[in-house]
């Protein structure tokens, strides 16, 4: 019954994940006029609203996994997922129930149909729901996209956050830094704190300015804020005068571009401190128990030792990069990267990020904005790249398992949904 019910959800409301733009729609009259269906559930509880680039999902999760240390009811409303439907929606890290789905579809379904709302809008309407009937303590709120217009912005939160800016979804966001910085900072709401996770010269002017219009208090992650030594087993953490905050920490995140979302993480729990006072200091708790706190998966995932193979979900140029970076760090015999991507991402720039001495098992996921195989390797091959062309993401995933030696390295990614079928076979 909760299969059917979903295949209808995914059929029936436009699902931005699975078509793109066409699934986008602008304005939050359609939210507006579902949280008056239900009662206005976004003023029921304490939240975290979190927008950016690159970072929000895993900041989101090491603060849910804070509040939950904390003893807090705390509900995480991610995007997107990339196994089950119901990772989107968490209550002290379970993911939301089959029945309460089906409940609340039944419930309220011919009501929203009339208002034609889109899938994310509909989802949203599910995750507010769900934490006011479950009368959660706080809840961590990802932006969907953008921050402006997005169907999480009818939220007054405690704390808003945006990790980061770079070049995404620039058709519906705006052509440069700046305009994308001014859909983000949407969520700055008048008099509530809202920190900033990386500098950018031309972003945080436009975070300044409306900050100072909403009288909102500003934090600044600068670069020099919090100095990490060590290795992500025992990581020692000083501010910017020398001064240890943090010693024998283990951070189970273990991409690099991680340590800029702790820097996040760590100036937010300062902020939330200050807002609402925490009877002792979780933060090493929160860290070390971020996976089995929330069922964080899919980023810099180690999903075997021999031969390594590491999945993980970065997709934009900002996010590609640095994963290529850290990839570049691992001595191997043969890197083997089984990799895909959605068609409306810049192509040329992603694969030109891309090392050239790696093996390519080139796939398409099973999702409507997927690139074909054959015409990524079309880019691919044009960048100098070896590719074979394989197909499905599980037989790409096969073909190198089978070409690979015990000192081979495999990686897997260049989409969300490459990942999450990969996940949905090994796991």
Not at 379 to 384: L, T, V
Request: hydrophobic share 45%; with cysteine.
């Amino acid at each position: 019954m909760y299969k059917a019910l979903l295949d209808k959800i995914f059929q029936a409301y436009p699902m931005y994940h699975k078509i793109g733009s066409a699934a986008y729609k602008e304005g939050l009259e359609n939210i507006e006029a579902l949280m008056d269906i239900l009662d206005h559930p976004e003023r029921k509880f304490k939240a975290v609203h979190i927008a950016g680039t690159n970072g929000k999902g895993s900041v989101a999760h090491l603060l849910s996994s804070y509040f939950q240390e904390r003893g807090c009811k705390t509900g995480l409303f991610t995007s997107p997922h990339l196994v089950d439907f119901r990772e989107r929606i968490r209550l002290n890290g379970q993911m939301i129930s089959e029945e309460a789905v089906l409940a609340f579809f039944d419930k309220f379904k011919t009501q929203f149909d009339q208002l034609e709302p889109s899938f994310f809008e509909m989802t949203t309407a599910l995750a507010f729901h769900y934490f006011a009937e479950q009368k959660v303590d706080v809840a961590v709120i990802e932006v969907g996209l953008g921050g402006r217009l997005d169907a999480t912005n009818v939220l007054s939160p405690l704390l808003s956050v945006i990790t980061n800016i770079s070049l995404e979804h620039t058709q519906m966001l705006g052509d440069s830094i700046a305009k994308i910085a001014k859909e983000k900072a949407g969520i700055i709401k008048p008099k509530t704190p809202v920190v900033i996770g990386e500098f950018d010269p031309e972003s945080f002017p436009v975070f300044e300015d409306i900050a100072n219009q909403k009288d909102a208090p500003l934090w600044l992650v600068t670069k020099d804020e919090y100095q990490f030594s060590g290795n992500f087993e025992d990581l020692t953490v000083k501010d910017v005068w020398g001064n240890i905050l943090y010693e024998h920490l283990q951070m189970p995140l273990q991409g690099e571009y991680q340590l800029k979302n702790l820097k996040t993480f760590l100036q937010a729990t300062e902020v939330i401190e200050e807002l609402w006072p925490a009877e002792k200091d979780v933060v090493p708790q929160a860290i070390r128990n971020v996976v089995s706190n929330t069922g964080f998966q899919g980023r810099w995932q180690v999903l075997r030792r021999e031969p390594l193979t590491i999945c993980d979900v970065g997709h934009n140029p900002g996010g590609l990069a640095l994963t290529m970076k850290q990839l570049a760090e691992y001595p191997c015999r043969q890197l083997r990267m089984v990799f895909g991507m959605v068609s409306d991402k810049d192509i040329d720039k992603a694969v030109s990020l891309l090392p050239k001495d790696a093996l390519y098992y080139v796939c398409q996921a099973k999702i409507e904005r997927a690139l074909p195989a054959d015409e990524l390797a079309k880019f691919m091959r044009q960048h100098g790249l070896q590719c074979l062309v394989v197909g499905t993401v599980a037989d790409a995933f096969r073909q190198a398992n089978a070409d690979a030696a015990p000192d081979d390295l495999i990686f897997v990614g260049g989409s969300c949904f490459v990942v999450g079928e990969l996940l949905a076979v090994v796991n």
